[in-house]
């Protein structure tokens, strides 16, 4: 079982519509979580981060965390061509170090 | 303010020669890890340091150590370089160790041929 998983892709939507990018995760030791995008040929860029069950939001990205069930996931309202790129899931594990997903292309069709 | 400076951008190294890849941390961040990134998958975790000590080392060989100077900027040296090691080589520096997140440097992209 990998430590971080991530929902197969690619993903598509249309233009406005949601985009739901999904993740769980492993080591139950885990406190922090991130959301990365990045772009072809670009280094990751935070997106989000979240530590505490529950919704966080910000603008257009609401990022969801369950403990229990040990799963992550970021919403993208009023998705964006411009939103069209790899999402990556990390967790934070021992030693302050970023366990990261395989990622996520998601492709917002106009 | 500068983010995380990478140097070089590019570079193409020969089977079984050395490669020496440079960070500049943002100003104040005293912590700074190293991730490999190949093709289709997530970043993995190579070194983290904190304070100028090594605070975690993924599952990599020997081949790859690194070090962090008193300025906080680091540097990522791989010795006795093979194919498989051609990947996009990223640095990433937080503030205490990153519980608000890691800010990735722009990488250094390392071919082997």
């Known amino acids: 079982q990998k430590e971080v998983e991530q929902n197969s892709g690619p993903l598509s939507v249309p233009e406005g519509a949601i985009a739901s990018l999904n993740c769980t995760y492993s080591?139950?030791?885990?406190?922090?979580f991130f959301w990365y995008r990045q772009y072809s040929g670009k280094s990751p860029e935070l997106i989000m981060f979240i530590y505490s069950n529950g919704d966080k939001e910000d603008g257009r990205f609401t990022a969801q965390l369950n403990k229990a069930s040990q799963y992550v996931s970021l919403l993208i309202r009023d998705s964006q061509p411009s939103d069209s790129a790899t999402y990556l899931c990390?967790?934070?594990?021992?030693?302050?170090?970023?366990?990261f997903g395989e990622g996520t292309q998601l492709t917002v069709n106009p | 303010d500068a983010g995380v400076t990478q140097s070089p951008t590019h570079l193409i190294k020969t089977r079984g020669q050395h490669v020496t890849l440079r960070c500049s941390p943002i100003s104040g961040h005293k912590s700074v890890s190293w991730y490999q990134q190949v093709l289709g998958q997530g970043p993995q975790f190579i070194f983290q340091?904190?304070?100028?000590?090594?605070?975690g080392r993924g599952n990599f060989p020997d081949r790859f150590s690194a070090r962090q100077f008193p300025n906080y900027s680091s540097e990522l040296n791989v010795n006795a370089l093979l194919l498989g090691d051609s990947a996009l080589y990223l640095c990433?520096?937080?503030?205490?160790?990153?519980?608000?997140?890691?800010?990735f440097g722009s990488g250094t992209r390392l071919t082997v041929v």
């Open positions: 990433a520096s937080s503030k205490t160790g990153g519980l608000w997140g890691y800010t």
């Open positions: 990390a967790a934070e594990t021992s030693g302050s170090r970023l366990t």
């Open positions: 340091y904190y304070e100028k000590e090594e605070r």
């Open positions: 080591d139950r030791g885990s406190q922090s």
